[in-house]
C-alpha cells in the first residue's frame, strides 16, 4: 500500500508543480501585458488628441489601418475630430490585453475619455501587438451630444 502511495504521489506532485507554475508565468505574462498597453494607450491618446494631426495615429497604426486607400477617409476623419479644438485633460485609459490561444496573436482593447476645448469624447481603441510593437488596429471616438461634434456622427476607423 505504501509503494502505491508513493508512486501515485510522485506522479500527482509533479503535474500539480507543473500547473502551478505554468499559471504562474501566465498570471506574469497577462500583468506584463497589461502594464504595456496602458501605457501604450494612455501616451497615443494624449499624443494624437494633443494636435489632430493623422501622422500620429499613422505612426502607431497597423499597416491594416494605414492603408494608401484609406488616406481619404483618415483626413475626414482628423477634420471631424479637429472641431474638439484643444486638449484639456486626459482621464486615462481601461482596459486590458488578451491572448489568443487559438493563434499566436496578441489583442487589448481599450477605452479612454478626455475633456477638450469644445466638449468631452470616449475614445475606443484596439491594439494588436506584433514583433515585439504595440500598434492601433481600430480607432473610434464616441462623441456625446452636445458636444463639438454637434450631428451626433460617431467618428471612426476600421482596419
Not at 501515485?8 to 500547473?19: D, E
Not at 506584463?32 to 491618446?45: G, K, M, Q
Not at 488616406?71 to 475626414?76: F, G, I, K, P, R
Not at 482596459?95 to 469644445?118: C, D
Amino acid at each position: 500500500m505504501r509503494k502505491v502511495l508513493f508512486a501515485f504521489g510522485g506522479l500527482v506532485l509533479p503535474a500539480l508543480l507543473f500547473v502551478i507554475v505554468t499559471t504562474a508565468c501566465i498570471i506574469y505574462v497577462a500583468v506584463e501585458l497589461n502594464a504595456e498597453s496602458r501605457a501604450f494607450v494612455d501616451d497615443t491618446v494624449p499624443a494624437i488628441a494633443a494636435s489632430w494631426q493623422k501622422e500620429q495615429l499613422l505612426s502607431r497604426a497597423a499597416p491594416e489601418l494605414g492603408s494608401a486607400a484609406r488616406q481619404t477617409e483618415l483626413t475626414l476623419l482628423f477634420q471631424s475630430l479637429s472641431q474638439f479644438g484643444k486638449l484639456f485633460e486626459y482621464q486615462g485609459a481601461i482596459g486590458k490585453a488578451y491572448l489568443s490561444y487559438a493563434s499566436p496573436t496578441i489583442f487589448a482593447a481599450y477605452t479612454a475619455k478626455a475633456k477638450f476645448q469644445n466638449g468631452e469624447a470616449l475614445f475606443e481603441i484596439w491594439l494588436l501587438k506584433r514583433k515585439g510593437r504595440w500598434m492601433i488596429y481600430d480607432f473610434h471616438v464616441d462623441v456625446p451630444k452636445g458636444s463639438a461634434n454637434r450631428n451626433g456622427d460617431r467618428p471612426t476607423l476600421r482596419s
